[in-house]
């Protein structure tokens, strides 16, 4: 009885992170694209600046 109690409270721990570290791994993939997108804009806009 005590060792199902421990798996289940294991695997209860696992699944936790497992979802945690889905989630963070989104937003970040989410941030790298910001960030991107970031950049190429600025991009734009020097290479605007230096032509006009």
Same mark, same amino acid.
């Given at each position: #009885?005590?060792? +199902?109690?421990?798996?289940?409270? *294991?695997? &209860?721990? &696992?699944?936790? *992170?497992? @979802?945690? &570290?889905?989630?963070?791994? #989104?937003?970040?993939? =989410?941030? &790298?694209s910001? @960030?991107?997108? /970031?950049?190429?804009?600025?991009s734009?806009? @020097?290479? /605007?600046?230096? +032509? =006009?």
């Open positions: #009885m005590k060792n +199902e109690r421990k798996t289940g409270k *294991v695997l &209860v721990l &696992v699944a936790a *992170v497992a @979802v945690t &570290v889905c989630t963070l791994g #989104m937003s970040g993939c =989410n941030t &790298v910001g @960030v991107g997108k /970031d950049l190429q804009e600025a734009d806009n @020097v290479k /605007d600046a230096i +032509e =006009n």
